[in-house]
């Protein structure tokens, strides 16, 4: 069944009625990426670049991390690689750089927070992905995006790390893309006004189910109400969707949500063709979709939006898990 699977590698991942989904793949590593090309992505929909930062005891200067994201970026080849600046706080921890004591460490200091209060931190950051974009396509992307300040706050520091570069007479390229996590329901909220200000989106519904649903994703007490099929996760996607649509912006789904095969008629129903997952999911997803029919599974998603609860929508997605179409 593996080496069935593997065989698909080098298949574009495109229903029987010829919808092609983009399937890329979420990394921390240049290991992950050689796993997510061996299994066929095409590309990088997320680099997590917290593990750069973690066990070590000092913050990774910006030549040590244009070389792993230039690594990155020369192994993609030609597909895109999307970088997303520091996302730490919440559960993840950094030795050397204290975070405070915090009641709701998932509502406070954390990700694009961090780094726009951190500002020589985050241009160092931003200098290394740019020097990087020189050797390849490389896009940025900023997590945990609340408002419109904090997308044309972290832009001004782009916009100083290019000058930073340009002065240095060091090359990157000038036209790349900043796109930005939607995995807050206040960015789901103001979708429209953010798609103003960025040239892409990235559904990040790990977080978009925790906060939509106010059910924290590390705790077991709670784990059964983490559920992304709920009617409030699929409003906030639709809402998101419409609003990149309608600004001509692309929209891709980076959390585990995009690798769970049951959700694909919610994306064949919104019209969401770029998916991005743990590279261990390339090759089943991508099983599913060469045996789906577009049209139909278009229209169990449409159903899904007319019913009540997770369990009703549940049940209606395992009409199609069961029916191999
Ligand atoms: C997400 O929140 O869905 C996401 C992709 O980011 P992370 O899991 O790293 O928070
Ligand atoms: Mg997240």
């Not at 994201?69 to 030609?78: H, I, K, L, M, S």
């Not at 004591?101 to 985050?122: H, Q, T, V």
Request: proline share 3%.
């Amino acid at each position: 069944r593996k080496e069935q699977l593997q065989l698909l590698a080098s298949v574009e991942a495109v229903t029987k009625d010829g919808v092609h989904l983009r399937l890329a793949g979420n990394i921390s590593s240049v290991k992950d990426l050689k796993l997510a090309l061996k299994h066929g992505a095409e590309g990088v929909g997320l680099f997590r670049t917290e593990f750069l930062y973690m066990d070590r005891s000092t913050f990774p200067e910006e030549e040590e991390q244009y070389k792993v994201y230039r690594q990155v970026a020369e192994t993609a080849g030609a597909h895109p690689v999307v970088i997303r600046t520091l996302d730490i706080g919440g559960d993840k921890q950094l030795e050397y750089f204290s975070l405070p004591e915090e009641d709701n460490p998932f509502l406070g200091y954390r990700a694009i927070r961090i780094s726009l209060d951190r500002k020589e931190m985050f241009i160092t950051q931003l200098t290394a992905i740019l020097r990087a974009s020189a050797h390849g396509k490389v896009k940025i992307m900023y997590p945990m995006i609340s408002s419109v300040e904090e997308v044309r706050e972290a832009n001004q520091l782009l916009e100083e790390a290019k000058r930073g570069l340009h002065e240095r007479g060091i090359a990157y390229d000038s036209d790349i893309q900043v796109g930005i996590m939607i995995e807050v329901p206040a960015a789901a909220a103001i979708a429209d006004l953010l798609a103003a200000e960025a040239d892409f989106f990235s559904i990040g519904t790990n977080d978009l189910v925790q906060y939509v649903l106010a059910v924290d994703r590390m705790n077991e007490k709670i784990a059964h109400m983490y559920n992304p099929y709920h009617p409030a996760v699929l409003r906030a996607l639709r809402q998101t969707v419409l609003a990149a649509k309608e600004a001509g912006i692309p929209v891709s789904v980076c959390g585990e949500m995009a690798g769970d095969e049951k959700a694909i008629p919610i994306w064949n129903y919104l019209g969401v063709v770029d998916l991005s997952m743990s590279p261990q999911s390339l090759l089943r997803v991508k099983h599913r979709i060469l045996n789906t029919t577009a049209k139909e599974s278009q229209e169990i998603g449409a159903r899904c939006y007319c019913l009540s609860t997770s369990a009703e929508i549940e049940s209606e997605l395992a009409i199609f898990t069961e029916s191999g179409n």
